[in-house]
């Protein structure tokens, strides 16, 4: 039981792969101009991280040694096509949003990392947990980030959700600030890489006031 | 820094004369908020507070940031361009002497990137100082006093099609707004109070750039002698370019880094998207600072 408290604390906080890791920061920075993108695009990290760290753990004693690495990416790599496809039935307007990102995630380093640094070590089912926890912890910071962008930039929240949960999604939609001129550089990729910097500073700042 | 602030008196008088009281407003408010928000900082820092607001750093990047921005600018502009400069382009770096950007810079690049509309309306004529006060602080519509600046205007007039014999080049309040600038810089070259390496590089590199593209097709862009007259060009070239912690510190890496700044400032205004250039040109010359410093070291005596 520990160990997996130990694997979920790990995921979310400790070696948080966009804040201590910092990878995958291709998409994160690209697509967290909103809330709805940041999340659209979380889900298919987390459920690619999941699905390929417990197929490289199941096979982890029949792939050779020497060629892991490509056998790692094409498994990675099904399970993207899966996904993009799945977007491209269901949720076609956040698919068509966000573009080359959703087949890009095969090339995100945070799940290659997950693969080659605990699937090919650990059982099955530990994998499995380090994948949903590192893809939540992962997801959890595109949404912060999101949120904070999408807030400074332009004084929404949740706006264009009817993307993500059809005409349930309409209603949330909230309107923060009223008559808001917006800033644009919060949108901008410096808005990006200003608001992770502030993140990673907060998380910092939280890890030095810990005895 | 006290003296550089006393050499900006002319170019700000000639502001006043020609545009009202707008310039004096911003720059109270500029200075307000940057005394706030720097001992705000330092007090959270657990730095002592007196000697870094007395420096007069902060003050002279709240001024320098006041005269770059519209006089008619909404109050709120200002504030978040300031807060913005102190405390991304400043105290995160670790405070004064530590930052690589140029801070009263960093701000105007933030404000004219993200607030493009309010960053281009600029005064077209004297403003007393109660309509000032409206229309800063009430916002109230001021179409009627208020218009692009005459290198917005060039730019647009020779997008559309026409040839520089057709448009008028000239700006006499932009002139003497330069002229004041010049005057100041002059004198702080004279105290030695800022070097003359900088300033000079930056008006050749503005001369020689301009006269390269005016001789390749004289009707399609400005001539370099209109290009030091308009916009923030001498302001840039004595005041801002040479801020001593952001600019590089050798000599021959100053002529090198004033130079291409004005390259740099003529091929922005000629080419890029925003009508002035000088504040993208000195920010991106700032990141080249360190390679410029490492490859220009004077060799030391007797090796």
Same mark, same amino acid.
């Given at each position: 039981m520990e160990d997996y408290l130990k694997i979920a604390k790990n995921g979310l906080w400790?070696? @948080?792969?966009? %804040?201590?890791? #910092? #990878?995958? %920061?291709c998409p994160l920075l690209a697509v967290t101009n909103n809330i709805v993108n940041a999340i659209g695009l979380g889900l298919a990290t987390t459920f690619v991280l999941i699905a390929s760290n417990t197929t490289v753990s199941i096979f982890r004693h029949h792939i050779s040694k020497e060629v892991r690495i490509p056998i790692f990416v094409l498994l990675i790599a099904a399970f993207v096509t899966i996904v993009e496809l799945l977007m491209q039935s269901y949720f076609y307007d956040l698919y068509l949003i966000l573009g080359i990102f959703v087949p890009l995630i095969v090339t995100n380093c945070a799940i290659l990392g997950r693969a080659e640094a605990f699937a090919s070590k650990n059982s099955w089912d530990k994998s499995a947990l380090d994948g949903l926890m590192m893809g939540l912890g992962f997801s959890l910071v595109l949404i912060i980030l999101g949120a904070m962008r999408e807030l400074v930039g332009g004084g929404t929240l949740f706006a264009q959700s009817s993307l993500l949960l059809g005409t349930l999604g309409e209603s949330l939609s909230i309107s923060v600030v009223d008559d808001y001129q917006g800033t644009l550089l919060a949108i901008l990729p410096p808005g990006a890489f200003i608001g992770l910097g502030l993140i990673v500073a907060v998380k910092n700042f939280i890890d030095l006031k810990k005895p | 820094m006290r003296q550089v602030i006393y050499a900006l008196v002319l170019g700000i008088g000639a502001h006043y004369y020609f545009f009202g009281w707008g310039v004096f407003l911003q720059i109270v408010l500029a200075v307000a908020v940057a005394i706030a928000v720097e001992s705000t900082f330092l007090r959270i820092r657990k730095f002592p507070i007196k000697p870094a607001i007395s420096d007069g750093s902060a003050i002279l990047t709240a001024v320098l940031l006041a005269i770059s921005i519209p006089s008619i600018a909404p109050w709120w502009l200002v504030v978040l361009g300031v807060s913005f400069a102190i405390v991304f382009g400043k105290q995160l770096y670790g405070g004064l002497g530590n930052n690589p950007f140029n801070p009263a810079m960093l701000g105007y690049g933030f404000l004219l990137i993200s607030y493009p509309l309010q960053m281009s309306t600029w005064a077209s004529e004297f403003l007393s100082l109660p309509q000032t006060l409206n229309v800063i602080f @009430? &916002? &109230?519509?001021?179409d009627a006093l208020s218009g692009a600046t005459r290198l917005d205007t060039l730019k647009t007039q020779l997008a559309l099609g026409k040839t520089t014999d057709e448009i008028e080049l000239y700006s006499v309040a932009q002139m003497w707004i330069n002229a004041g600038f010049l005057l100041g810089g002059l004198y702080l070259m004279i105290r030695q109070v800022i070097m003359w390496h900088i300033p000079t590089a930056f008006i050749m590199g503005v001369v020689v750039m301009a006269s390269i593209l005016s001789l390749s097709n004289h009707q399609f862009y400005i001539p370099p002698q209109n290009h030091l007259i308009l916009g923030a060009t001498m302001l840039g070239a004595f005041f801002i370019a040479t801020d001593p912690i952001s600019a590089s510190t050798t000599p021959k890496g100053r002529l090198i880094y004033g130079f291409l700044i004005g390259v740099l400032v003529v091929i922005i205004r000629t080419f890029g998207g925003y009508p002035d250039g000088v504040a993208f040109a000195v920010l991106l010359m700032n990141i080249a600072v360190p390679l410029i410093d490492y490859y220009t070291q004077p060799r030391v005596f007797g090796q």
């Open positions: 400790d070696n @948080n792969q966009a %804040l201590v890791a #910092l #990878l995958g %920061l | @009430n &916002s &109230s519509p001021v």
